[in-house]
């Protein structure tokens, strides 16, 4: 009788996933508590990744503790340290740079709580610290970026001069953009990047790092910004040069926010690469099963397409960011 009880009990704990959420204990109420440290604010990809999360975490019935690192690798340590304290069931983290994660999240690790990365990967030998990492393929969508410039200026031999607005110093999305387009634009010289600096991620950095490109190169036929919150900072400084952004400057933008599709139906931006921010619902159910002790790829990578300007009108109401 005693054993057929223990037997029904735990069953149950089973069922209602109480069971698999002992860690927390500060949730209270059998939910599974995710702790969540978010890169900062910085672009409108960001904002639409931050709603995302909060919003699928309400609809899984999950107990999310959100927080904003304002773009500083100290604020996510703090932040990752706060929820081992909490004894949080899953932290998840979207990295603001690549480097410097080890001695954290040995910390999560040693204390038995599963990491997740979201977004963007860091650069670790040991690939025990995280059980996944969910998020764009960064080096294709560089690619993918300079596919599209090759394409455009096929049968031309002419010189293509470049600027390069790289995002985030140190970050996965700066490194790999930079490093997917090298490799496609290395195998024909008539394509030069003459000059290349970080514009931080935000339009006011991206209009900002444009007026000195401006002004320090007449001969620009190109700017390659790393996302598109740049690219608009940038068709500003454009602007106030009083040239033409899209015709005199071709554009290639990564994301895909609305203002880009916008920018692109007005002629602005030539082409824009896509990033999908919508993780919430994935990350939501990787958390589920994590917390239920089953298997995740390391890897989960987020599909993407490329949208040129003709595309952009048709494409611009279904646009979900
Ligand atoms: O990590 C994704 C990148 O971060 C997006 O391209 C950019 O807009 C954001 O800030």
Redesign the pocket.
């Known amino acids: 009788m005693r054993k057929t009880l223990t037997t029904i009990i735990a069953l149950a704990l089973v069922a209602g996933g109480v069971a698999a959420c002992g860690n927390s204990d500060s949730g209270g109420d059998g939910k599974i508590v995710l702790g969540f440290s978010q890169?900062g604010a910085?672009?409108g990809?960001?904002t639409a990744n931050t709603k995302s999360i909060q919003d699928s975490a309400k609809e899984a019935g999950i107990t999310l503790k959100f927080s904003d690192a304002q773009q500083k690798q100290e604020n996510q340590i703090k932040a990752i340290r706060t929820f081992i304290q909490q004894k949080v069931d899953v932290i998840a983290f979207?990295p603001v740079v690549e480097s410097g994660w080890d001695t954290v999240l040995k910390e999560a690790k040693a204390k038995k709580i599963p990491v997740i990365l979201t977004?963007?990967a860091i650069d670790s030998k040991d690939t025990s610290l995280y059980k996944t990492f969910l998020g764009s393929d960064f080096v294709e969508e560089g690619r993918r970026s300079a596919q599209w410039l090759v394409k455009a200026t096929e049968g031309s031999t002419d010189p293509v001069t470049i600027v390069e607005l790289q995002?985030t110093t140190g970050?996965?999305?700066a490194i790999d953009r930079k490093e997917g387009f090298a490799e496609v634009i290395k195998a024909d010289p008539k394509f030069q990047i003459i000059a290349s600096q970080t514009g931080d991620?935000t339009r006011a950095k991206g209009k900002e790092v444009m007026q000195a490109f401006l002004k320090a190169h007449k001969d620009i036929d190109v700017l390659y910004a790393?996302?598109?919150?740049m690219a608009l900072g940038a068709i500003q400084a454009i602007e106030e040069a009083g040239l033409k952004p899209g015709t005199d400057i071709k554009i290639i933008s990564?994301?895909g926010v609305k203002d880009a599709f916008v920018a692109m139906t007005e002629g602005k931006i030539n082409v824009v690469v896509e990033?999908n921010p919508l993780l919430g619902p994935q990350l939501m159910d990787i958390v589920k099963k994590v917390v239920d002790g089953q298997e995740t790829p390391q890897r989960i990578v987020t599909e993407e397409g490329v949208f040129t300007a003709d595309q952009a009108a048709a494409a611009l109401p279904n646009r979900k960011y």
């Open positions: 890169v910085e672009s990809w960001r979207s977004d963007r995002g970050s996965a999305p991620f790393h996302n598109d919150d990564v994301d990033c």
